[in-house]
């Protein structure tokens, strides 16, 4: 059965630092999501992305991130200075189509900034 | 608007008990209200889902009632096993919006 798998899976960074989360959506889905999870919470969405554009974003997603799908199988998202609030799982998700509203995860990408 | 209210936070339940997880909104814009399961250290799993449309949906042990009127649903696994001690989120989704919004979460532990 066809799955979202991310890259890496635990992240460790120090404040300041640039990183990239790697994620490769299920093959023939179209809207890609960012959600973070900090420990012990509820996931929060970050961005959503079709059609090689941002269609949403959250307050959580400010100029230090941002998103691209650099080919046609990975998506990822860049935070250009990490703070120690950063540290969260980060969540990959996608969904088919237009019609399709499931959303599939990824495995997460444990993100740590000391 | 956009908050999903879940209880309860945590869950205790018996081998062969039924578990009830309920989650109540407010946005009458939600249109698709999916069940996620996370294991510790896993990435949320989709476990069932339902449209405004439909009342119930059971898949299996797992089944999603839905009162459109009250704003909320629950779900209900029955013979409650082990195994399903996991994390359970209630979500909602807007098309105008575009994204899941999550419950707080429930924890639920099932005791042999």
């Known amino acids: 059965e066809p799955e979202v798998t991310q890259t890496p899976s635990h992240q460790v960074t120090q404040m300041g630092q640039e990183v990239i989360l790697r994620c490769v959506p299920i093959?023939?889905?179209?809207?890609f999501y960012w959600y973070r999870q900090i420990l012990g919470q509820k996931v929060e969405f970050l961005v959503s992305?079709?059609?090689?554009?941002?269609?949403?974003k959250s307050e959580i997603f400010d100029d230090q991130f941002s998103v691209e799908r650099p080919d046609g199988s990975n998506f990822t998202l860049k935070i250009r200075s990490t703070k120690l609030e950063d540290s969260a799982m980060y969540f990959c998700?996608?969904?088919?189509?237009?019609?399709?509203?499931?959303?599939?995860f990824g495995p997460g990408t444990r993100l740590t900034v000391t | 608007q956009q908050q999903v209210k879940q209880s309860p936070q945590s869950l205790i339940v018996q081998k062969g008990g039924i578990s009830i997880i309920n989650c109540a909104y407010e946005?009458?814009?939600?249109?698709?209200f999916p069940w996620y399961q996370q294991f510790p250290g896993k990435g949320p799993a989709l476990l069932i889902a339902?449209?405004?449309?439909?009342s119930e949906k059971k898949e299996g042990r797992f089944t999603i009632s839905f009162n459109k009127s009250a704003k909320q649903f629950s779900l209900h696994i029955m013979d409650s096993q082990p195994g399903d001690s996991a994390t359970y989120f209630c979500?909602?989704?807007?098309?105008?919006?575009?994204?899941?919004?999550f419950g707080a979460g429930t924890r639920l532990a099932v005791h042999p």
């Open positions: 998700a996608s969904r088919k189509g237009t019609s399709s509203y499931e959303q599939y």
């Open positions: 093959s023939n889905h179209l809207y």
């Open positions: 992305f079709y059609n090689n554009e941002i269609s949403e």
């Open positions: 946005n009458t814009a939600f249109d698709y």
């Open positions: 979500a909602a989704h807007s098309g105008g919006y575009n994204k899941l919004i």
């Open positions: 339902i449209r405004p449309d439909v």
